[in-house]
Nanobody, 123 residues
């Protein structure tokens, strides 16, 4: 049912930019909270940025000012604009969606992940 497909990753030089996209299907997108996470080899998966269904955003402290998360509900797509990229930004980037099937506190919750897209920052 639920599918999340990331795209936009690739090889970029330090100081360059990339825009990642996450195309979603199988749920009511506009009611979901969205997040971008990343995981480098040998390291824990970490939050990059998140955006709620109401548009509130949150960023990892070291990334604020360089990365921007956004959403287009009409296209069921989430984006991560990455600027001033550094070699330490190299990782697999994952899209995440979470929410509830109803508005009540006890409503069932969902939490889904995409397969990830590789971002490599190197000269």
């Amino acid at each position: 049912q639920v599918q999340l497909v990331e795209s936009g990753g690739g090889l970029v030089q330090p100081g360059g930019s990339l825009r990642l996209s996450c195309a979603a299907s199988g749920f009511i997108f506009r009611y979901s909270d969205l997040g971008w996470y990343r995981q480098a080899p040998g390291k824990e998966r970490e939050l990059v940025a998140s955006i709620t269904n109401r548009g509130n955003t949150n960023y990892a402290g070291s990334l604020k000012g360089r990365f921007t998360i956004s959403r287009d509900n009409a296209k069921n797509t989430a984006y991560l604009q990455m600027n001033s990229l550094k070699p330490e930004d190299t990782a697999v980037y994952y899209c995440n969606v979470r929410g509830q099937y109803g508005s009540a506190v006890e409503s069932p919750v969902y939490d889904y992940w995409g397969q990830g897209t590789q971002v490599t920052v190197s000269s």
